[in-house]
């Protein structure tokens, strides 16, 4: 703190002391000094008339008679007397000669010290120089009275001389008495009747600024310093006890204010404070519902092994998106694939994405049609959709006997189409979005697929994606990225993009969700991806026993497989391997692909015979396999190991 | 797969059913390390057996080396006795058709 207003209310009210006390003290002063000149002026002059009437009692002349001492003795006692009762210290009787020679007639003086002295050199006759002649002497000597003030300092001490003149019988101003009065007396007369008066008023006037010192401190100052220590340390976190201020004026009503204040900022902590918690609530159930909606969407497609091959992902974004898609075997044996988009985020699109799935779906597993599908899915959410949500989606459904694709699309972006060894826009009868109005009219489109030809399904969070340069992804980057490196399977084409897209937004965050679908035809042939687990040999097993209905064969080219499959999952460390399976004209083909450490099994060093005795070790595996199998090919490609099994079947 | 066990005296038959294959085979381990020690000889019934894989066939050795050879192979079937003639089982175990 710079300044207290403490000290500063001390200081004012030190000097106001100091300048009232000095004030008071002047004005005393001045009033106890003129009552004093008048009292010392007018008891001298009375005292000097008195020495005048007793010197008239004999006459001027009879004193000043040098023969007459007698009589001056019996009249220098009596001028004494009445030096001493008019406490003088001098009183004497002059003539002034010529024009400043001072005669003296005689002088007493109330100490005897001081009379012996003045008997001595003030005596009859004595004469003194006393030019110039004072305004009184000179008004005595035309026997008037003057008020001049005479202060003399000689050898006999500092006197205040009042001088009146003495008149004879005649009325003739004769000679002047003076009359002395002690100085110092005088003074201090004045000083002590000065201590007298002031000091009570000093004590009075410090009395009462002690009392308005205390009344400021305990009212303004105490107050202030609580209210202020209380800020001070001031914890939105705790309640607080309230404010001690004993006072019911303004400090009161700051106090209170302050009080109103604290309360209300507790009040609003303990309001965010539950806010908050039930945002994050909130947002935990939204975690939950993303993780649901995802939950939803195939993860994997190992299982779709009927003649084509499927992959798809979807990258969420941080809200809970509407992106779906979907991939299942119909009845029929045909394969659907589809992939939408609802408008809006959050639960709402989210709970739409769902409904609308749900619906296509059980829809296309009774239908199989995808125009009639999604006409009459178009009907259902339209009696359903008081919000007035839509869904695009493009719906195909691939024969996988003939490679024949029947799609329909609603309102979707246009998939890519590679086919031919050239990647371009599948141009679909554009469609309208499900939910908008009745009576959509989606007509279906139909293409053939060749071998290892496919398409890639996408939503708007891939071309939407935006970058730091706020540039769209785009379609035509899309189509260049395809065109560039054409894809041969599905999980290349989708990584392919996802890679893609997430290097153009780096340094961005992914606004919408990224949902990307490809899918490829392989006729006859089975292709899935693998986890290298025991588990997932059982979709081998199924596989190669659907592929080889009633042959004797079966068991042992799986046994084959099995020993093949085990050594990858076992020693390889593969993250995947790709199995594909394709039987025609008694030849069953199983390729096992996998991205382990390489290993030859058909090298040398790994067929060499081993004992029986070590077998309970390993190693009969690879020579079952070559046993089996009517063909077995190693070879590495790109990294991979390439295992082709061939069997008679 | 399905593990059934039949003691007679010293000898114990293990009728071994189904697919013993590199998932199932653990169960034969675990029947045949819990074995009681008096124990003195072993016969895997294998009537019921579809598949065997190398997984099945160690287990088999392991089952040969703990009874110290005494261990009888029974009713093999023509499917299994293939794979184990391509092991060479044939020629060191006792196998009865």
């Known amino acids: 703190m710079k300044h207290s207003i403490q000290k500063e209310i001390t200081v004012v009210l030190a000097l106001e002391l100091i300048a009232v006390i000095a004030a008071c003290a002047l004005v005393t002063y001045r009033n106890f000094y003129s009552s004093a000149l008048k009292t010392s002026r007018d008891d001298s002059r009375n005292a000097a008339k008195a020495a005048g009437t007793i010197i008239s009692e004999y006459g001027l002349d009879t004193v000043t008679d040098p023969e007459n001492k007698e009589l001056y003795g019996k009249i220098r006692r009596r001028l004494r007397a009445i030096c001493k009762a008019f406490e003088l210290d001098y009183l004497y009787i002059y003539t002034i000669e010529g024009n400043d020679e001072c005669h003296y007639i005689m002088a007493v003086a109330s100490k005897d010290e001081n009379d012996r002295i003045a008997a001595e050199r003030l005596g009859l ?84 600024h002690m009392v308005l010192f205390f009344i400021i401190h305990r009212r303004i100052v105490t107050p202030v310093k609580t209210i202020a220590n209380r800020m001070r340390t001031f914890d939105p976190s705790h309640e607080e006890e309230p404010l001690q201020v004993n006072s019911q004026d303004e400090m009161r009503s700051i106090a209170e204010a302050f009080e109103k204040m604290s309360r209300d900022i507790h009040l609003y902590i303990e309001n965010i404070a539950s806010i908050t918690s039930e945002r994050e609530q ?34 969420p974004a941080k809200e809970v998106g509407g992106d779906f898609y979907d991939a299942f075997t119909l009845e029929n044996g045909n394969y659907c694939a589809m992939i939408g988009d609802v408008s809006g985020k959050g639960v709402g699109g989210a709970l739409f994405m769902a409904l609308t ?55 979707h972006n246009a998939p890519l189409l590679i086919s031919g060894g050239e990647v371009s826009f599948l141009n679909p009868e554009p469609g309208i979005a499900l939910g908008l109005f009745e009576d959509a009219g989606i007509r279906n489109g139909e293409l053939v697929l060749k071998k290892g030809e496919g398409f890639l399904l996408y939503t708007d969070g891939v071309t939407e994606a935006v970058n ?60 899935c991806e693998l986890k290298p687990a025991l588990e997932d040999f059982r979709i081998v097993k199924q596989t190669v026993t659907e592929k080889c209905p009633g042959s004797s064969g079966a068991k042992k080219a799986l046994l084959a497989c099995e020993e093949a499959f085990v050594n990858i999952v076992s020693y ?78 | ?55 099945g066939l160690r287990q088999i050795v392991a089952a040969h080396k703990k009874m110290n050879g005494k261990l009888t192979l029974r009713h093999v079937q023509p499917d299994i006795m293939s794979v184990l003639s391509m092991a060479g089982f044939d020629k060191r175990l006792h196998i009865e058709a």
């Open chain 2, 1 to 55: 797969m399905a593990v059934q066990k039949i003691t007679n005296g010293t000898e114990v038959t293990l009728k071994v059913d189904g697919w013993l294959d590199t998932q199932a085979s653990p169960e034969l381990e675990k029947a045949v390390s819990e074995l009681e020690s008096n124990v003195e000889s072993l016969v895997l019934d294998l009537e019921k057996l579809e598949y065997i894989s190398s997984a």
């Open chain 1, 125 to 208: 006759g004595t004469v003194r120089d006393c030019h110039p002649l004072h305004a009184q002497e000179q008004a005595a000597i035309k026997g008037e009275i003057s008020d001049e003030l005479l202060i003399l300092r000689n050898e006999f001490g500092g006197d205040m001389t009042w001088i009146v003149p003495f008149f004879d019988n005649n009325g003739k101003a004769r000679a002047l008495i003076g009359a002395d009065d002690a100085l110092y007396l005088y003074n201090a007369g004045i000083t002590r009747h000065f201590f007298v008066a002031l000091i009570p008023i000093s004590l009075l006037i410090f009395i009462a």
């Open chain 1, 572 to 649: 390889s460390g593969a993250s995947y391997i790709k199995f594909s399976c394709s039987a025609g004209g008694g030849i069953l083909t199983v390729t096992l692909k996998d991205n382990g450490m390489r290993f030859d099994p058909f090298a040398a060093e790994n067929t060499a015979e081993k004992d029986f005795e070590s077998f309970d070790k390993g190693g009969m595996g690879i020579s079952l396999i070559k046993q089996i199998a009517d063909k077995a090919e190693w070879r590495s490609e790109e990294g991979n190991n390439v295992l082709t099994l061939t069997f008679k079947i």
């Open chain 1, 357 to 411: 799935k749900s619906i296509l779906r059980d829809r296309m597993k009774q239908i199989m049609d995808p125009a009639a599908v999604l006409n009459k899915v178009n009907d259902d959410l339209c009696t359903q959709n008081p919000e007035g949500m839509f869904a695009t989606v493009f719906v195909l459904v691939i024969d996988p006997k003939t490679g024949v694709v029947t799609y329909a699309n609603a309102g």
């Open chain 1, 282 to 315: 909130s947002r935990a159930q939204l975690d939950v519902a993303r993780k649901i909606q995802y939950g939803m969407v195939p993860a994997s497609f190992s299982e779709n092994r009927n003649g084509v091959d499927v992959s798809a992902l979807m990258q």
């Open chain 1, 468 to 527: 730091t340069e706020k540039a769209f992804y785009g379609a035509e980057r899309l189509l260049s990225l395809l065109k560039n490196n054409t894809p041969k399977e599905s999980s290349a084409a989708v990584n392919s993009v996802k890679n893609s897209v997430e290097e153009f937004f780096t340094g961005c965050d992914q606004f919408d969700d990224i949902t990307v679908l490809s899918l490829f035809y392989r006729s006859g042939e089975t292709v």
